[in-house]
C-alpha cells in the first residue's frame, strides 16, 4: 500500500509551518501518512537519536518501495543519510530547502545540524525513483547556492520558488500547494 512520511526540520515538530495542513490534505485523500515527533533541541536531536526513531518504521515494514517521503530543511539530508546506510529503497523523496555540510546559520542550529551531513549525498538516488527538490532564492537560513547545489547532486527535478524563504511559516508558508502536484 502506498503511504507517506512527512519529517520536520531543526527546532520544529510535526504539525509546525505547512506539515500538519499537508498531512491532513493526504489524509483527507484516503491516504496513510505519518509524521513522526523527531528529538528536537541541542543535546536531542542528532543523526543517532532521528535514526533509531525512523528505523522502527523501517523495521515495521511502514517504509518501503511504495512509500513517498517529504522533508524539509535538515531532514532532506537526513533522509538521504539514513536510506543510503540502512540500504532501504523508497519510492519518492521530495525535498523542501535542503542542504548538507553547511555551517554559519548560528552555533544552536550547527550544533544540531552537523552530525546529520555526511559525504555521499550523491547515493541517495539509488535508494529512490524521483527526487524532487523545492528551495527558494532568498532563504534567510541557508544560502541559495548550498540549496542549489544540494538540488543539483540529488534531484530528478527542481522547483525554485523566488521570494518564497526558508518556505515556512515565517515566510507566509502555512499552506505549500506547490507540493501537492507532486504527492
Known amino acids: ?15 509546525s509551518n505547512w506539515l500538519g495542513w ?6 483527507d485523500e484516503g ?21 533509531k526513531l525512523l528505523k522502527c518504521y523501517v523495521d515495521l515494514g511502514l517504509i518501503n518501495e511504495n512509500t513517498t517521503i517529504i522533508g524539509h530543511s535538515i531532514a532532506p539530508v537526513f533522509i538521504s543519510k539514513f536510506l543510503t ?17 553547511y555551517l554559519g546559520i548560528n552555533e544552536e542550529y ?25 528551495y527558494s532564492d532568498n532563504d534567510p537560513y541557508v544560502r541559495y547556492e548550498v540549496e542549489k547545489d544540494f538540488a543539483d547532486k540529488v534531484a530528478t527535478e527542481q522547483i525554485m520558488i523566488p521570494k518564497a524563504g526558508h518556505i515556512n511559516s515565517e515566510s507566509g508558508y502555512e499552506t505549500f500547494e506547490d507540493i501537492l502536484s507532486y504527492i
Open 31 to 51: 491516504k496513510q501518512v505519518l509524521v513522526p515527533d523527531f528529538p528536537s533541541g541541542v543535546g536531542y536531536q542528532n543523526y543517532g537519536n532521528w535514526s
Open 110 to 134: 550547527d550544533a544540531v545540524n552537523e552530525s546529520m551531513y555526511f559525504d555521499n549525498l550523491e547515493d541517495v538516488k539509488q535508494y529512490a525513483k524521483e527526487i524532487i527538490c523545492f
Open 22 to 27: 499537508l498531512h491532513d490534505f493526504i489524509e
Open 1 to 15: 500500500m502506498e503511504n507517506y512520511f512527512i519529517i520536520h526540520g531543526s527546532f520544529s515538530s510535526p504539525y
Open 85 to 101: 546506510e540502512n540500504k532501504v529503497k523508497v519510492k519518492k523523496l521530495i525535498f523542501v530547502c535542503g542542504f548538507n555540510n
